[in-house]
Structures are given as structure tokens and as C-alpha cells.
């Protein structure tokens, strides 16, 4: 176990948890696979700064949120498309249609976003909200945003994706190439792993961290060991009833 | 088994399902009620592993919503007379 610091006091954390905590906000703010360091941490400023967005919450307190129109508040000069993407994930993804995602990568209302940073954008809100609301439930104020580190993306699209499973092209374990990234013979190659494996780096970025935060695969369903300080039926309890607040019925 | 015998039959679910609320809601003050009640059923390791479940969970409905995803067959197979007694494909984007 390490210490953290919450409010004056000293709690203990798993080493692995703080170690992929750390991990997780370096691989935030370095290259990534299409998007600059200092374009991802302008995706991760743009999904805090969603939360407060005028166009956003009426959106989300509408019955048919995509016939809101309006230009939402934004701080930073991403893309268009890339901003209603960052918008609409963190703040009603439980809404997101097909014909949404498309009418994003193909273009027409705005220029066309590319698939693969769609997917890239997915994996950063995805880590983002893993760290902040770890901040939150603990009661530590958010961190603030670090310095990108300079690079290239680098800029691989798995030669065998194929959009056949999910609203967006994925990349089957059959199909993985030499020269991609395999995150599956680590992390298990369920739906949900495959979800953003168009940019196969964004699987391990996920994951590495999410292992951490919940089990890692080969865990879950070994109910003859606790592997936490809490019991699987207590990790399932709060699983169900995040994921139910959530609107996530996957 | 109702939503309150479910949360009932796990210990301390109650409390724990008090801590899920708060942080969804946000409220400050309510979390911090919901903190202190944690930490002092389960003991502090217990309450960092409560938030990091919140967490992840929180997160990784950003991948499953925003690429969009179905359920694998085994959990299609073992929902299905539930999301027919709710009715509930007939809202599928």
C-alpha cells in the first residue's frame, strides 16, 4: 500500500492503482495515435468544461435531444465536429445514435471528423472521467491539467478494422497484424475491450487503468478470491447502481 | 428480489449505495457525509476501492455508449425475457 493525501489526512491506496494513475495522465498528455499531446489535453479541458455547457444541459433536457440546435461553449479551437463529439460523450452518451456518429465521420452540417480520432476522443473522455471521478469520490479537487509532451502521432490505422460490430469500425482479435498493437491476449477480447480498438493504443490506455479502478478480467468471475478491500458482491452492488445512474445498460 | 433486498443483502450496501448517490448528484455537502460514512463501516483501503468501482464505471460507459457496442450473445441470451417484459428493444437507436 501507498498513502494519499485527501484533506489533511492519510489514505491508503493500492500501489498498482497509484502507479496506473500516474500512468494514465502521462499517457494523456503525450502523443498519441492521431491527436497531438497538446490536442489531448485540449480534448480533456473541452470534456470538463462540457459540464457546463448551456446547449449541452438543453439538450440533455430534451425528449429528442439531436433536434436542439445551438453552438455549445467551448475554450478551445478543436475542430467543430471534434467539440459536438467531446460535447454530446460526456454529457448524454447514454443518447448517442448511429446515425449520429456517422453524420460526424462522413460530414455535411460541419466538416468530416476522422473516424480514428473519434475513436481516440472516446478513449481520452473514457480515461479522463476514470481519474477525475476517482478525485471525486475521494475528495480531492480535479488535477490540474499538466504540460503536453512534444511528439507526433503516430498516426497507424489497423489494416483489418472493420465496422461490423459496434456504431464504429473495431478491430477483431482474428484480424490484429504484426505491426498493430494486440491489447486483447492482456486485457480479454470481450465487446467492450473491442470498442475502441480501432486505435488499439486507446485499449491498453483504457484498460491498463480500469483494471485498477475495478478487476482485471480473469478476476471478475473468480469469486473464491477478494482482490480488493471490498467484496465482489459490495464491487457488483456499486457497479450495478453507477452504471444504472449512468444510463449504461451494456 | 427488489432493489432494496438487493442492496440490503450485501454488507454495508446501503452506506455504499449512499456514496454512489452523492457522487453522482455532486452534492457537496452530501458527500462528504457519504464519505465519512464509508470510511467508518469498511474502513479507509475499503472506501479508496469504493470510489475507484465509481470510477470505473463511470468511465467506461464512455466506450461502450460512444462506439457503440452490443451485448455479447451470453448476455443478450440471459437479459432476453427481462427486455421483453420491459419492452426495452423497442427503444434501440
Known amino acids: 500500500m501507498t498513502k494519499i493525501e485527501v484533506a489533511g489526512e492519510m489514505l491508503p491506496m493500492r500501489e498498482s492503482l497509484a502507479r496506473e494513475v500516474e500512468v494514465g495522465w502521462n499517457r494523456l498528455t503525450s502523443p498519441g495515435t492521431w491527436w497531438s499531446g497538446a490536442e489531448r489535453l485540449a480534448i480533456a479541458a473541452e470534456a470538463r468544461h462540457a459540464k457546463t455547457c448551456k446547449l449541452c444541459q438543453q439538450r440533455k433536457a430534451a425528449l429528442s435531444p439531436y433536434t436542439v440546435p445551438g453552438e455549445h461553449d467551448s475554450t478551445s479551437d478543436l475542430p467543430p465536429a471534434a467539440i459536438e463529439a467531446i460535447h454530446r460523450i460526456v454529457t448524454d452518451a447514454g443518447r448517442i445514435t448511429e446515425h449520429w456518429i456517422l453524420s460526424l465521420i462522413e460530414g455535411g452540417e460541419m466538416p468530416a471528423l476522422e473516424e480514428t480520432k473519434y475513436v481516440e476522443i472516446i478513449g481520452i473522455i473514457a480515461v479522463l472521467t476514470g481519474l477525475d471521478k476517482l478525485h471525486q469520490g475521494l475528495g480531492l479537487a480535479p488535477r490540474d491539467l499538466p504540460a503536453p509532451i512534444a511528439g507526433e502521432p503516430s498516426r497507424q490505422r489497423p489494416l483489418g478494422a472493420k465496422r461490423n460490430l459496434a456504431y464504429v469500425a473495431t478491430l477483431a482479435p482474428e484480424d490484429v497484424g504484426p505491426e498493430d498493437p494486440n491489447p486483447y491476449p492482456l486485457h480479454g477480447d470481450k465487446n467492450i475491450h473491442r470498442g475502441v480498438s480501432l486505435v488499439p493504443q486507446e485499449v491498453f490506455n483504457f484498460f491498463d487503468l480500469d483494471v485498477e479502478l475495478y478487476l482485471k478480467d480473469h478476476e471478475i468471475r473468480d469469486f473464491e478470491h477478494d482482490f480488493r478491500a471490498i467484496s465482489h458482491a459490495q464491487i457488483e452492488l456499486i457497479a450495478g447502481r453507477t452504471s444504472a445512474l449512468n444510463g449504461c445498460y451494456y | ?93
Not at chain 2, 446501503?14 to 462528504?32: F, K, P, R, S, T
Open chain 2, 1 to 93: 428480489m427488489t432493489d432494496e433486498a438487493a442492496v440490503n443483502s450485501v454488507p454495508h450496501g446501503e452506506i455504499l449505495m449512499a456514496l454512489v448517490q452523492a457522487v453522482h448528484d455532486g452534492g457537496a455537502e452530501a458527500m462528504a457525509v457519504a464519505r465519512r460514512a464509508v470510511r467508518v463501516a469498511v474502513g479507509d483501503a475499503a472506501f479508496v476501492d469504493t470510489c475507484a468501482t465509481i470510477a470505473s464505471f463511470s468511465a467506461v460507459v464512455k466506450i461502450a455508449d460512444g462506439a457503440g457496442i452490443p451485448l455479447e450473445d451470453y448476455k443478450e441470451e440471459a437479459t432476453r425475457d427481462l427486455r421483453a417484459e420491459l419492452s426495452i428493444d423497442d427503444f434501440q437507436s
